[in-house]
């Protein structure tokens, strides 16, 4: 079965570059969320999208930016990156109209910030 | 504040032994909690849901249970295997849709 996928899969940039992370949701899953998951933490939330809107936002700083598009595919936009936005982005998605509990994860990038 | 908590960072077993892993929940009532596994440097894995209405759920083996006098969820590993040392994650369904996650079980099985 078709899976989440995330590009890249590893990322190096440097103190104040842009990092565009994207997201392939599992076909027809109508929502996306996006998490960060810092070094022995849990993954924490920073947005969501629901048929290609945005739905919801939690943590998510505001040199961050997010959208879904026509194909359902969702990119994580970050700029002014400092040291500690390192971490794993996970995207995970899930279909509202099921029963929409379930969300399942990429496999993430893997972000450090140099 | 509403919360969900893993008492315990670390557990080590015996291959062949039953891993048992607590999730706490304080100030509110899940309607159902979730149970992810996690491999380092990868994605959550999505293992178990249970219902509130729901005492218990198998899965191979696998086993969740709910008390909802307690505040609870135990998950359950029958016959561990050095394969199920992974991290574990309680979650619940936060106000926005997403998913708030306790901190984690690591679990370690030795042969």
């Known amino acids: 079965a078709a899976g989440v996928i995330q590009s890249p899969r590893h990322l190096i940039k440097e103190k104040r570059e842009t990092a565009t992370l994207k997201c392939y949701p599992i076909?027809?899953?109508?929502?996306v969320y996006w998490y960060q998951q810092g070094p022995g933490q849990d993954p924490q939330f920073l947005i969501s999208?629901?048929?290609?809107?945005?739905?919801d936002k939690g943590s998510i700083p505001d040199r961050f930016s997010a959208q879904q598009f026509s194909d359902y595919h969702s990119e994580l936009n970050m700029s002014s990156l400092e040291l500690g936005d390192s971490a794993l982005y996970f995207c995970?998605?899930?279909?509202?109209?099921?029963?929409?509990?379930?969300?399942?994860f990429g496999p993430g990038t893997r972000l450090l910030v140099l | 504040s509403q919360k969900i908590e893993q008492n315990s960072e670390a557990l080590n077993i015996q291959e062949g032994k039953t891993a048992t892993l607590t999730c706490n929940y304080t100030?509110?009532?899940?309607?159902?909690l979730q149970w992810y596994r996690q491999d380092p440097g990868r994605g959550p894995v999505f293992l178990l849901l249970?219902?509130?209405?729901?005492k218990e759920k198998r899965k191979e083996r696998l086993k969740v249970t709910f008390d909802t006098t307690l505040k609870q969820s135990l998950f359950h590993i029958t016959a561990s295997q050095p394969a199920d040392s992974a991290t574990y994650l309680c979650?619940?369904?936060?106000?926005?849709?997403?998913?708030?996650f306790g901190k984690g079980t690591k679990l370690s099985v030795k042969p």
């Open positions: 979650a619940r369904r936060g106000s926005q849709g997403n998913l708030i």
């Open positions: 249970i219902r509130e209405n729901e």
């Open positions: 995970a998605s899930s279909l509202a109209s099921g029963s929409g509990e379930t969300q399942y």
């Open positions: 999208f629901y048929e290609k809107m945005q739905s």
């Open positions: 100030n509110y009532s899940p309607a159902y």
């Open positions: 076909p027809r899953h109508d929502t």
